[in-house]
């Protein structure tokens, strides 16, 4: 998890927002609305990456309400509260359901930036009783996820490794981005090299 930009607000969610007025359920009006603009705007801030956990979104993602709707009407198209969620059975959105906990950091309002670390195998350690909640909440270490990591992490270190002895390389190969669990491989990276 890392922070995040939040984008313009879809002019069709501020639309939808002043027009609901809780007259309907928050799930049947959420249901109703045309959510592509939503989605897109988020997936671009996000970089194609789950707002929790950093993986690959794929077609089905989910647009989270942060903060449950449920909680209070006004939450339904409130652009500060939706966050875009991978579809992992075990992890973030669908762990975390219709629940709340107020030590849980929304990424485009909270800088999580030294509340977890990373290991080349996969695992993350929350650094508080709070971040390790956190984990647990969402599941960021469910095994599906630690997998992934660890196929990114460990294939990471070991060309970093590879890579000492070559300082052109090394600086060449440190230019390119990470597609997925960026958090996690700059960790990886400082902790291997320093850098």
Known sequence: MHKLSRPSQPVELA?????????????????AFDKNSAREALRIAQNGLCGYCE???????RIDHFEPKKHHYALTFDWDNLVLSCDEKDSCDCKKGGNFNNYWINPYVTDPT?????YADGQVQGLSVDAQNIIED?????????TKRKGVLSTL?????????????LAYF??????????AYQQIIHNTIGV
């Open 55 to 61: 993986s690959m979104l794929t077609q089905t993602t």
């Open 15 to 31: 639309q939808a927002k002043r027009s609901y007025t809780g007259n309907i359920s928050q799930d049947e009006a959420w249901k």
């Open 114 to 118: 030294g509340m977890f670390k990373f």
């Open 138 to 146: 969402f599941g960021l270490d469910c095994p599906s996820l630690e």
């Open 157 to 169: 270190q070991h060309t970093l490794f590879a890579l000492l002895d070559e300082p052109e390389a």
């Open 174 to 183: 440190l230019q390119e981005e990470a597609d997925m669990f960026p958090t």
